[in-house]
């Protein structure tokens, strides 16, 4: 039996519009920019590859321009990763925030990978 893993998240600012970061978070051809070598989407099922293994996806809810929730095929079915966009009321800036699960050993080697995920977003982006 697999134990329960934890829900963390990261939050990053992002210096572009929600509709343009969305893109990029939701699209096969904007996720294939930065979080994989490859991305093709059938339906609500998402195939991301790296290095010629490829990992499936689900897309299990969304709201243009707000957030995307997808499932891995191996998470269980409280798990989700799911990438959201907020608007600073401060500064009105873009926020991307990260929430995905893993193991409470792993939370930082992870929050590490997303980091640099994100880094190569906002590069692909212009944000950078």
Not at 82 to 88: L, T, V
Request: proline fraction near 3%.
């Amino acid at each position: 039996m697999s134990k329960k893993k934890i829900m963390y998240s990261v939050e990053f600012p992002i210096r572009c519009s929600p509709t343009i970061l969305y893109e990029f978070l939701s699209s096969p051809v904007g996720l294939q920019e930065w979080f994989a070598d490859k991305v093709d989407q059938r339906d609500n099922t998402y195939f991301f590859t790296w290095n010629g293994s490829t990992d499936i996806a689900m897309m299990l809810e969304h709201v243009e321009n707000e957030f995307i929730r997808y499932r891995w095929d191996h998470y269980g079915k409280d798990e989700f990763f799911e990438f959201s966009i907020e608007q600073s009321p401060v500064t009105n800036e873009t926020i991307l925030r990260i929430t995905d699960f893993a193991d409470k050993a792993d939370i930082k080697d992870q929050e590490r990978l997303w980091n640099t995920q994100v880094h190569d977003l906002k590069h692909r982006i212009g944000a950078a």
